[in-house]
């Protein structure tokens, strides 16, 4: 699938593989000392007795000293004098350029493996190719992407594996599921994609690893670990709009809304399916009355409070110009969050919610008038356009917010049905209208009424 590409970013890269021991054969950069010894580690073989093909397999990691994240391949080197010998060719991007990357598999394409006996290649920057949309999965890739959605995001506290699938392209099905996460969530997510053995250690702990299909021991050497093949359980309610995003990445805006709401979210894989279940329900808004409210619960009861802004922001605009209903809670939710949601917004969703908060409660109406923000503009909206009979209910409900609502609205009192609702105060209505004596003759005239 081809796609348009933006400007080239620049990575770095290095190789590694055997000389009298597996060790750095060249690179363009050098890192920390601690980084460099994880490079090392990481780009040896992924346990003893790994079956490794002629394509090699992925490993990605971050390495958070130098701000990069490495992503690698690793080749078999059956020419070396010593068995078990690999080449593995890293390309070091920043954490800031992996943010911008809508397909990830623009890395897979730089990785080459070495030609005897010059490593010449691997001493430069690299440029990385940027395109504008992520490849789609299909077919059988999609079906098992799918199962490791599940397993990753619906078990987000545990390690996954799962045997590689020879129908599919592992590579790319786990590159894709890597590339629709938000930024935060890329650049610490790790993974390889043919391990003989759990390559975590205390923490650095390996989101996913996968292993070759005969290899039937495997799976004892990961405690406790999630079979993404064999997860037991209904499937998330979530897991539909994800896996319709790897097929057609951001059609439906969930790549974009994840892009933005992850950027405050610090708590891992744990968000992933709250964050899909959100914006599930803010595309049902239109057509759907518990749509908004769902959100807003989903939002209470996973999103810790002082996160999520986006998708608080997103919930509230949306809210507020197409709910169809507005209960005490949907009230509260977006007067919390109305700061969030810019102006225009609040002056175009102002007068439904503030029908809203009328009917319930007119006297916190009148009281938004008093605000010094975005509420106010709700209220001074809202009490404009309130016609005289929703007035009058109001009024019957809470008389003593007569001098105030006539401070908005000062031919109110020229309403017959004004003075007759029971409790109304006659002076401090005309201290309101003070010396105006054109307004006070109809008013008197409404009283005699």
Same mark, same amino acid.
Not at 320 to 330: E, I, K
Not at 384 to 393: F, K, V
């Given at each position: ?6 400007? #080239? ?5 290095? *190789? ?10 060249? +690179? ?14 990481? !780009? ?95 077919? /059988? /890739? ?28 592992? /590579? ?17 997510? #790790? ?24 290899? #039937? ?10 079979? @993404? ?16 995003? *790897? ?40 057509? !759907? ?45 977006? *007067? ?13 969703? @102002? ?45 019957? #409900? ?42 006070? +003759?109809?008013?008197?005239? @409404?009283?005699?009424?």
């Amino acid at each position: 699938m081809a796609h348009a590409v933006r400007e #080239r970013l620049a990575a770095h890269q290095t *190789l590694h593989g055997y000389a009298e021991g597996h060790r750095l054969l060249a +690179g363009s950069v050098s890192l920390s000392v601690k980084d460099m010894r994880t490079l090392l580690t990481m !780009s040896d073989i992924s346990g003893p007795g790994a079956r490794i093909d002629q394509s090699g397999y992925l490993t990605g990691y971050p390495l958070a000293e130098s701000g990069v994240y490495a992503l690698a391949r690793t080749w078999a080197a059956p020419e070396m004098p010593r068995p078990g010998c690999v080449w593995t060719h890293t390309v070091l991007i920043d954490f800031a350029d992996l943010a911008t990357l809508a397909s990830l598999a623009e890395l897979d394409v730089l990785f080459r493996r070495p030609e005897l006996p010059s490593y010449g290649n691997y001493t430069k920057p690299l440029g990385v190719g940027n395109a504008q949309v992520a490849r789609a999965l299909t077919g /059988d /890739d999609l079906k098992w992407s799918r199962k490791l959605l599940s397993a990753l995001y619906g078990k987000p506290a545990e390690r996954v594996i799962a045997a590689r699938p020879e129908e599919v392209d592992v /590579d790319t099905a786990v590159l894709a599921v890597w590339g629709q996460q938000w930024p935060r969530l890329r650049r610490g997510f #790790r993974f390889c994609t043919l391990v003989a053995a759990d390559r975590s250690s205390e923490g650095n702990v390996f989101d996913l690893q996968l292993f070759h299909p005969t290899d #039937r021991g495997s799976k004892t050497r990961f405690l406790k670990a999630v079979d @993404a093949n064999i997860v037991t359980g209904p499937e998330p309610s979530w897991i539909e709009e994800a896996t319709s995003d *790897l097929a057609n990445p951001d059609v439906f805006g969930l790549r974009s809304f994840l892009h933005a709401a992850g950027s405050d979210i610090d708590f891992g894989r744990v968000a992933f399916g709250s964050l899909c279940r959100v914006h599930q329900c803010l595309r049902e808004i239109t057509a !759907s009355s518990n749509a908004f409210r769902t959100s807003i619960d989903v939002i209470a009861a996973e999103l810790p409070p002082n996160q999520a802004r986006s998708a608080r922001m997103a919930v509230t605009k949306l809210g507020m110009l197409h709910a169809d209903d507005f209960d005490s809670v949907a009230v509260d939710f977006i *007067l919390r969050h109305l700061g969030l949601v810019d102006m225009d917004t609040v002056r175009s969703g @102002a007068v439904r919610l503030g029908r809203a908060i009328w009917k319930e409660d007119p006297a916190r109406l009148v009281a938004l008038t008093e605000k010094d923000d975005s509420s106010q503009v709700v209220a001074e909206i809202t009490l404009a356009a309130l016609s005289g009979p929703e007035i009058m209910e109001g009024l019957e #409900r809470a008389p003593a917010l007569a001098a105030l609502l006539v401070q908005c609205r000062q031919e109110i009192p020229c309403e017959t049905g004004f003075w007759a609702i029971h409790g109304i105060d006659i002076e401090e209505v005309f201290a309101v209208l003070g010396n105006d004596n054109d307004k006070a +003759g109809q008013v008197i005239g @409404a009283i005699m009424a």
